[in-house]
């Protein structure tokens, strides 16, 4: 089947810990995007990638860092600088930049 | 940067009804998308339509660019079409999506 996998599903961890959400998809797609959803909101950008190893930020990529060094996979690390990490996080795809993206399942991340 | 608006905020509908969920956006774009948020987050692909009119079953979105907005269009509404519905659109500029807030409805039987 394709499509994008996230995991974990939930994710709990303590301030001050770093995490990192996987990422992948076996769609073949150039491009990759990950965003954040508070509640009774939209999603956010945090970051972007084009292409392999490129990626660019996104508008509220203080306190994360990502990576890009296979096509099928773009993993998020949260940072301890990142204030309030609690959200629900998604990743997406498209064939290329700037045309339809798919999304993946989503990860929940509760940070106490 | 632009701004995407969605009405209504919430919807409650008796399965059967139809309803129309509106979505306007401040400057010109170049893709727009609709999506389903099912109760578990999941994100599905409604429809793709930067201009134009699609129709996908019960749904159809039609989209006027040159006047800013975009309709999607539920028909005969199921209990299965509860969730949130999310307009996201791409400027001329633009990096990735910039979504709105949302329509939650609510089909009860």
């Known amino acids: 089947d394709g499509g994008i996998t996230q995991s974990p599903k939930y994710l709990f961890r303590k301030e001050g810990q770093n995490v990192t959400l996987s990422c992948e998809q076996n769609l073949n797609h150039d491009a990759m995007y990950w965003y954040r959803q508070d509640p009774g909101q939209g999603l956010r950008l945090i970051y972007y990638?084009?292409?392999?190893?490129?990626?660019q930020k996104g508008d509220i990529a203080e306190g994360y860092s990502v990576s890009r060094e296979k096509k099928e996979s773009f993993p998020l690390t949260v940072t301890s600088a990142q204030k309030n990490p609690t959200a629900f996080y998604l990743c997406?795809?498209?064939?290329?930049?700037?045309?339809?993206?798919?999304f993946g399942p989503g990860t929940r991340l509760t940070v106490t | 940067g632009i701004q995407v608006e969605q009405s209504p905020p919430d919807l409650i509908l008796q399965e059967g009804a139809n309803s129309t969920l509106r979505c306007n956006f401040s400057?010109?774009?170049?893709?727009l998308q609709w999506f389903h948020q099912n109760p578990w987050g999941q994100l599905i692909n409604l429809f793709y339509i930067p201009s134009g009119t699609k129709q996908n079953g019960r749904l159809s979105a039609t989209t006027v660019a040159t006047e800013r907005y975009s309709l999607l269009y539920i028909s005969s509404s199921q209990t299965t079409d509860s969730g949130v519905y999310f307009c996201?659109?791409?400027?001329?500029?633009?990096?990735?999506?910039?979504f709105g807030k949302g329509t939650t409805l609510s089909v009860s039987s």
């Open positions: 996201a659109v791409e400027d001329k500029a633009g990096t990735a999506l910039i």
């Open positions: 997406a795809s498209s064939i290329a930049y700037r045309v339809e993206q798919y």
């Open positions: 400057d010109s774009v170049n893709n």
């Open positions: 990638s084009q292409i392999v190893n490129d990626f």
